[in-house]
């Protein structure tokens, strides 16, 4: 039988041999990695008054990151499917076109949200944030939130079915899917604040979407400050 010591100094020598001890460089994840999202919540400890109570602009967050779990409520809550035999989502849509495109901007990635996988598609590895707030000119509640979410709209989906009127619905749905998203932060405790002035063009590169997808709102979400 090996002795308590000789037993150390085997795992030890196996440690180094296999690398513990060293921290490997960290790899760029590759684009277009899916995580799939906790399952959300269908009841919550605060009720729709009360959430709407709550609800207030906040524009100054703590450095605490949003969990899974929240990340998961929020998105769902925005975008999410309500109806899986039909396709439905939490917010109204015309014509159940579904115009929409909803984007989390973090500390560590840009991701795209996938309402029927309940995931998010990773669209650009790193910290963006600073560039996003540069183009919703410098605003201070974008670079400081721990994420901001980010609707977009593609008109040529709704105009396929209402023509010349699309513009104005896809308008009254991002207004449905935001304070859906504000709501819920709400009634999980965090702070939010809807922000509309920004440079078009340059959110869309930050985004590194299509010129037909088209930024509507930046929502910061965190924690008050």
């Known amino acids: 039988m090996l002795s308590n010591g000789l037993k150390a ?3 030890i020598s196996l440690a180094f041999a296999l690398g513990a001890g060293t921290s490997a460089p960290a790899k760029p994840r590759a684009k277009g990695a899916v995580v799939e999202l906790p399952k959300p919540a269908d009841k919550g400890k605060v009720s729709i008054e009360e959430a709407l109570w709550k609800r207030r602009s906040v524009r100054s967050f703590t450095a605490d990151k949003l969990s899974e779990t929240e990340l998961s409520q929020l998105l769902w809550s925005a975008q999410g499917t309500s109806e899986p035999q039909r396709r439905l989502r939490t917010a109204p849509s015309a014509g159940a076109t579904y115009p929409l495109e909803l984007y989390a901007v973090t500390s560590d990635g840009i991701y795209r949200y996938d309402c029927r996988r309940h995931a998010v598609e990773l669209v650009k590895d790193g910290d963006y944030r600073q560039s996003l707030s540069d ?8 670079r400081q939130a721990p994420v901001s979410f980010v609707i977009t709209g593609v008109y040529a989906r709704t105009a396929g079915k209402y023509g010349k009127r699309a513009e104005r619905y896809v308008h009254i749905e991002v207004g449905c899917a935001a304070e859906n ?3 819920e932060a709400a009634a999980l405790g965090l702070g939010s604040v809807a922000v509309g002035a920004y440079d ?5 590169k930050v985004l ?7 930024p509507l709102l930046i929502i910061p979400v965190g924690k008050p400050a």
């Open 208 to 214: 590194g979407v299509q010129s037909d997808e088209i």
């Open 135 to 142: 183009a919703a000119l410098g605003q201070g509640c974008v």
């Open 9 to 11: 100094l085997l795992i």
């Open 200 to 204: 078009d063009n340059n959110v869309a």
């Open 181 to 183: 998203l504000m709501l």
